[in-house]
């Protein structure tokens, strides 16, 4: 497993484009998974370190992917890093039952990307 490998479920361009530019310049590499079933196929064929979910993403259902992922002993052990509206309590607290590393809001993820994924990365 590459500990630089990262999983990314992000479909927002938006998003997308400011991962890539946060960690691609660290030495980082990225796999995009656009549907919830990407997610597992591309865990289980790439070894990621990390998976960043987006909890908001209308494309893809993050907590079909989390239950999978989770539900998994192949994967269980990868940490994920999720983003979702701040105000969306429930979500939070359901991602982290199911054994997110760490859920943060859109624009915390936003504006600390580098950080955060090296913060989940260090907790391993």
Same mark, same amino acid.
């Given at each position: 497993?590459?500990?630089?490998?990262? +999983?990314? *479920?992000?479909?927002?361009?938006?998003?997308?484009?400011?991962?890539?530019?946060? %960690?691609?310049?660290?030495?980082?590499?990225?796999?995009?998974?656009?549907?919830?079933?990407?997610?597992?196929?591309?865990?289980?064929?790439?070894?990621?370190?990390?998976?960043? %979910?987006?909890?908001?993403?209308?494309? +893809?259902? *993050?907590?079909?992917? +989390?239950?999978?992922?989770?539900?998994?002993?192949?994967? #269980?052990?990868?940490?994920?890093?999720?983003?979702?509206?701040?105000?969306?309590?429930?979500?939070? #607290?359901?991602?982290?039952?199911?054994?997110?590393?760490?859920?943060?809001?859109?624009?915390?993820?936003?504006?600390?990307? %580098?950080?955060?994924?090296?913060?989940?990365?260090?907790?391993?």
């Amino acid at each position: 497993m590459d500990s630089k490998h990262i +999983l990314v *479920a992000i479909n927002d361009v938006f998003f997308y484009t400011k991962v890539r530019d946060a %960690l691609k310049p660290r030495g980082y590499t990225l796999e995009k998974a656009r549907t919830q079933d990407d997610v597992t196929g591309k865990a289980e064929t790439t070894r990621p370190s990390l998976i960043i %979910l987006n909890l908001n993403d209308e494309s +893809l259902d *993050a907590f079909k992917a +989390l239950e999978s992922l989770k539900g998994d002993a192949r994967y #269980k052990s990868i940490p994920v890093l999720a983003f979702a509206n701040h105000e969306e309590v429930d979500n939070w #607290k359901r991602a982290q039952q199911m054994g997110v590393a760490k859920i943060v809001s859109r624009n915390e993820f936003s504006s600390r990307t %580098l950080a955060l994924v090296q913060e989940v990365l260090g907790k391993k």
